[in-house]
């Protein structure tokens, strides 16, 4: 949901291969997790400083 300013949007579909993120606060620049699609990884970076409060996805959930 674009709409929602805590939305993280995927910037191509594929697979999670790795959820980096150990730490409940997260800094801008963190690594969040790393996406698999076609055989090239994608890392999606923080772009603002969070609290995690729960991680929703896993390792081999597709996001598009």
């Known amino acids: 949901d674009t709409s929602n300013p805590k939305h993280v949007?995927?910037?191509m579909p594929g697979s999670?291969?790795?959820v980096a993120?150990?730490?409940i606060l997260v800094k801008k620049g963190d690594v969040?997790?790393?996406i698999e699609?076609?055989?090239m990884e994608t890392v999606l970076n923080a772009e603002n400083?969070?609290?995690?409060?729960?991680i929703y996805?896993?390792?081999y959930n597709y996001m598009h």
């Not at 400083?49 to 729960?54: E, L, S, V």
């Open 9 to 11: 949007a995927s910037p």
């Open 21 to 23: 993120v150990k730490e």
């Open 57 to 59: 996805m896993t390792i």
């Open 49 to 54: 400083d969070f609290r995690i409060k729960k």
């Open 16 to 18: 999670i291969s790795s």
């Open 32 to 34: 969040l997790l790393i």
């Open 37 to 39: 699609a076609m055989k």
